[in-house]
């Protein structure tokens, strides 16, 4: 079974300061996604990354992919407050895989 | 453009009730994906379809869920008889293109179970 774990689960952060969310899967695969999930709510798509060294930035998230590794990013820059929500990545091998979650919390 | 539209929002039954979900992906899009996503964890998907056709459905317990996608728009999924690990949010999802074709997909608000 295809393993996606992400790290960390959860995450506080100062406004202000940059952090990484990793996320690590155990299959080969070039299509990895990020999601975003605020409390309560629905999922809402972010990224695509579809090849090996893809990245896509927007706003203040940047992603990447490392598929030699199997290894995804998710670049947290100069958080803010609305920034603060679950973030997953899901792996698409022979079966589609979400991770595990990080939820993150910015503190003004 | 409208969104994906789920029904109910909230369910209660108790177990070894049925209960069916009802899922209208946006216009146009092809495939749809139904999701049960357990409080604390990521979304499991169920069943993908292509049309009315099912891709994948591997990890449906399908001892208990069945789903059908009926003149490849609307979608129900129904879960007969139900049990108290059923208790989840499922979510329903569709895109402009399979997933061999790396479509984006739109989630809907979601359906709330709860089994007691």
């Known amino acids: 079974e295809l393993k996606v774990e992400q790290n960390p689960l959860f995450l506080s952060m100062q406004e202000g300061k940059n952090y990484t969310i990793y996320c690590n899967y155990s299959t080969t695969s070039d299509r990895l996604y990020w999601y975003r999930q605020d409390p309560g709510k629905s999922l809402e798509s972010l990224f695509v990354?579809?090849?090996?060294?893809a990245v896509k930035q927007e706003g203040r998230l940047m992603a990447s992919l490392d598929t030699k590794a199997r290894l995804s990013t998710l670049h947290i820059t100069a958080a803010v407050h609305d920034l603060s929500a679950t973030y997953f990545c899901?792996?698409?091998?022979?079966?589609?895989?979400f991770g595990t979650g990080t939820s993150l919390t910015v503190i003004p | 453009e409208a969104g994906v539209a789920q029904s109910p929002r909230y369910k209660i039954i108790e177990k070894r009730q049925s209960v069916a979900f009802w899922c209208n992906p946006i216009s146009g899009h092809a495939t749809l994906y139904w999701y049960q996503q357990i409080l604390g964890q990521g979304p499991k998907l169920l069943i993908q379809f292509q049309n009315n056709g099912v891709v994948d459905d591997s990890q449906l317990p399908k001892d208990r869920f069945s789903a059908e996608r009926l003149k490849g728009v609307d979608s129900t999924l129904k879960i007969q008889p139900a049990k108290l690990e059923d208790s989840a949010v499922y979510l329903c999802?569709?895109?402009?293109?399979?997933?061999?074709?790396?479509?984006?997909?739109?989630f809907g608000p979601g359906t709330r179970l709860l089994v007691l």
């Open positions: 899901a792996v698409d091998g022979n079966q589609f895989y």
């Open positions: 990354l579809l090849s090996n060294g």
């Open positions: 999802a569709s895109s402009s293109r399979d997933r061999a074709r790396f479509g984006t997909q739109y």
